[in-house]
C-alpha cells in the first residue's frame, strides 16, 4: 500500500512541468506583443520638425560590390537629394568589378554633382566593407559621414530629416528602421519578417533601453566620433560592424538616435537555403553581441509558445481561449505595422503568412542559439566571443 503511494508518474511530472514553461512563455509574449503596440504607437505618432537653417554639409560612403538588384535606381536616389551640400564616395574594392561601369556612368550623368569614385584594394580586416569605407574616408570632406548600404533606397528628402538631430550636440549616430520591398516567395517571407517581427522587436528595445545599435540603411555619424571610437580600424574584422557604429559612441557618453524616417530596403532574388544561411548568419551576430536580448526574444515568439502550450494541454478549452489572446495581438501588432504605419503593399497582400513566418524564424533562432561557425560570401569563419571574426581552418 505504501509503496503504491510512493510510486511518481515521471510522465505526468514532466508533462505539466513544460505545460508550465510554455504557459509563462505565452503569458511573457502577451505582454510583449502589449508592450509592442504601445512602443510602436509612441515612434511613430512622434514628429520631427525640420529646421530648414540646419543642413551642415555631409558626405555619403557607398560601399559597392557587384550588380545588384535595382542598383542604379538605390545610388539615384542618393544622388538627386535635395540638399544644399553633400558628396558621394563610391567605394570599390576590385578593378574588375562590374559595379564601376555603372558609377562611371552615374558620374557623367550628373556631371554637376560632387561624386568621387575610389577603387582601392586595400584590406584592413576580414569585414571587406568596412574595409571598403576605410579605403573611402580620407576623402570625405565633411564633418558628418553617412554609411548606407547599397540596397537602400530613399526619397528627395532623406538627408534634410535624417539630419535634424544633430542639432543637439550629445547625438552622435542618427539611424533609421527600413521595410523590405520584395515579390519573390523569399523575398516576401524576408519583407514581413523585418515588418512583423524586427521593426517591433527594435521599437520595443528602444522604448525599454534606448538606442544602442545602428543599421546599415542609415548611420549618419559624426566624423570626431569615428575617429574616437578607432574609426573603421576598430570594426574591421567584426561581422556586427552596423551595430557597433551605433553602439560605441553610446560607451562614450553619446546618443544613437532612431529617426522616424523609414527607407526602402530592396530585396534581390535568392533561393530559400541562401536566405536560411543568411539570416543564421545576422542571427548568430545577435546572439553574440546581445546574448541576454537575444534570448529575451523567446518571448517574441507567441505563435510558437501558445500552440506548444496548447498541445501540452491537449487542445484544452482553456489553452485554446490563451492561443487565441496570443494569435490575436499579434495579428493586431502586424496589422498596425501594416496598414497604419508603413503602409507597405507587399505585407498587407501577404500578411496572412506571418503565423508562417514566425515558425521560420523561430528555426533560425532555435539554429543560431548554438554553434560559432559562419559563412560569409566565400570565406568560413569562426565567431569569436568578442563578436570579432577569424579564418575557420
Given at each position: 500500500m505504501l509503496n503504491s503511494l510512493?510510486?511518481?508518474?515521471?510522465?505526468?511530472?514532466?508533462?505539466?512541468?513544460?505545460?508550465?514553461?510554455?504557459?509563462?512563455?505565452?503569458?511573457?509574449s502577451i505582454v510583449y506583443y502589449l508592450y509592442s503596440l504601445y512602443s510602436c504607437y509612441r515612434f511613430f505618432s512622434q514628429k520631427e520638425e525640420v529646421n530648414v537653417d540646419f543642413s551642415p554639409p555631409i558626405s555619403i560612403l557607398k560601399p559597392l560590390w557587384g550588380l545588384e538588384y535595382n542598383l542604379e535606381e538605390n545610388l539615384t536616389s542618393f544622388i538627386i537629394q535635395n540638399y544644399p551640400q553633400y558628396q558621394i564616395i563610391f567605394c570599390v574594392r576590385d578593378k574588375h568589378d562590374p559595379v564601376i561601369l555603372l558609377v562611371e556612368k552615374l558620374i557623367n550623368r550628373?556631371?554637376?554633382?560632387?561624386?568621387?569614385?575610389?577603387?582601392?584594394?586595400?584590406?584592413?580586416?576580414?569585414?571587406?566593407?568596412?574595409?571598403?569605407?576605410?579605403?573611402?574616408?580620407?576623402?570625405?570632406?565633411?564633418?558628418?559621414?553617412?554609411?548606407?548600404?547599397?540596397?537602400?533606397?530613399?526619397?528627395?528628402?532623406?538627408?534634410?530629416?535624417?539630419?535634424?538631430?544633430?542639432?543637439?550636440?550629445?547625438?552622435?549616430?542618427?539611424?533609421?528602421?527600413?521595410?523590405?520591398?520584395?515579390?519573390?516567395?523569399?523575398?516576401?517571407?524576408?519583407?514581413?519578417?523585418?515588418?512583423?517581427?524586427?521593426?517591433?522587436?527594435?521599437?520595443t528595445a528602444r522604448q525599454l533601453e534606448g538606442v544602442k545599435f545602428a543599421f546599415g540603411s542609415t548611420i549618419l555619424i559624426r566624423k570626431k566620433i569615428l575617429e574616437k571610437i578607432g574609426s573603421f580600424e576598430r570594426i574591421a574584422n567584426s561581422l556586427a560592424d552596423d551595430f557597433l557604429l551605433g553602439n560605441l559612441p553610446t560607451k562614450l557618453g553619446y546618443e544613437t538616435v532612431l529617426s522616424n524616417y523609414i527607407v526602402k530596403h530592396q530585396i534581390t532574388e535568392e533561393i530559400f537555403n541562401h536566405y536560411l544561411k543568411r539570416q543564421i548568419r545576422w542571427f548568430r551576430c545577435i546572439r553574440v553581441q546581445r546574448f541576454k536580448?537575444?534570448?529575451?526574444?523567446i518571448f517574441t515568439y507567441g505563435t510558437i509558445n501558445s500552440i506548444i502550450f496548447c498541445l501540452f494541454n491537449h487542445l484544452s478549452?482553456?489553452?485554446?481561449?490563451?492561443?487565441?489572446?496570443?494569435?490575436s495581438?499579434?495579428?493586431?501588432?502586424?496589422?498596425?505595422?501594416?496598414?497604419?504605419?508603413?503602409?507597405?503593399?507587399?505585407?498587407?497582400?501577404?500578411?496572412g503568412l506571418i503565423f508562417v513566418v514566425d515558425l521560420i524564424r523561430f528555426y533560425i533562432w532555435s539554429i543560431a542559439l548554438f554553434g560559432n561557425k559562419i559563412k560569409w560570401g566565400n570565406n568560413h569563419f569562426i565567431l569569436k566571443s568578442n563578436g570579432e571574426l577569424s579564418i575557420d581552418s
Open positions: 510512493l510510486v511518481i508518474n515521471y510522465p505526468s511530472l514532466i508533462i505539466n512541468f513544460f505545460s508550465l514553461v510554455f504557459f509563462i512563455l505565452t503569458l511573457g550628373y556631371a554637376d554633382r560632387d561624386l568621387k569614385l575610389i577603387v582601392n584594394d586595400r584590406i584592413i580586416g576580414y569585414n571587406y566593407k568596412v574595409s571598403n569605407l576605410a579605403n573611402g574616408l580620407k576623402y570625405c570632406d565633411y564633418n558628418l559621414i553617412l554609411i548606407a548600404d547599397s540596397d537602400i533606397e530613399v526619397k528627395e528628402d532623406y538627408l534634410k530629416k535624417i539630419v535634424q538631430p544633430l542639432q543637439q550636440e550629445k547625438v552622435g549616430v542618427v539611424t533609421c528602421l527600413y521595410q523590405s520591398l520584395s515579390h519573390n516567395f523569399t523575398g516576401i517571407i524576408e519583407s514581413l519578417g523585418v515588418a512583423c517581427n524586427f521593426i517591433p522587436n527594435v521599437l536580448g537575444y534570448l529575451g526574444m478549452f482553456f489553452s485554446l481561449i490563451v492561443l487565441i489572446i496570443t494569435l495581438l499579434k495579428l493586431l501588432l502586424n496589422y498596425k505595422l501594416s496598414f497604419k504605419y508603413l503602409n507597405n503593399d507587399t505585407i498587407i497582400q501577404y500578411l
